[in-house]
């Protein structure tokens, strides 16, 4: 088996390398929200990071809601798993452990324990 021969990996290497990535992509966008606020300011540089991360999440939640409706399914937080496009992998390495549970506002979020980011 050669070095680049990936077609015997096991699940608790993948789950490492998976890890590794997802601590230098997090690494990333750390340096690139640092180096925004260095150059326009703690109240500029917060609010355009703020407006990336929200222009994100709708295009993650857009892209899930399309996934959710073409399936035939209601579009709730209980079904947002079932988008395949964006969906986090459910083995060891991006965390130790999750739940759904009930926020105060009655609404339904996800917990995860033992993030890697």
């Known amino acids: 088996m050669g070095k680049n021969d990936i077609s015997s990996i096991g699940i608790e290497q993948a789950g490492k390398a998976?890890?590794?990535?997802?601590?230098?992509?997090?690494?990333?966008?750390?340096?690139?929200?640092?180096?925004?606020?260095?150059?326009?300011?703690?109240?500029?540089?917060?609010?355009?990071i703020s407006e990336a991360i929200k222009d994100y999440a709708v295009k993650i939640g857009?892209?899930?809601?399309?996934?959710?409706?073409?399936?035939?399914?209601?579009?709730?937080?209980?079904?947002?798993?079932?988008?395949?496009?964006y969906a986090l992998p459910d083995f060891p390495g991006m965390h130790?452990?999750?739940?759904?549970?009930?926020?105060?506002?009655g609404s339904t979020r996800y917990r995860a324990y033992g993030c890697v980011l």
């Open 18 to 48: 998976l890890a590794s990535v997802s601590r230098r992509i997090a690494l990333l966008h750390l340096a690139y929200a640092k180096a925004i606020v260095k150059e326009l300011g703690e109240e500029r540089g917060t609010r355009l």
């Open 62 to 85: 857009e892209k899930i809601r399309m996934e959710v409706e073409k399936k035939g399914l209601e579009t709730t937080p209980e079904n947002f798993g079932e988008g395949d496009s």
């Open 96 to 105: 130790t452990g999750r739940e759904t549970v009930k926020a105060a506002d």
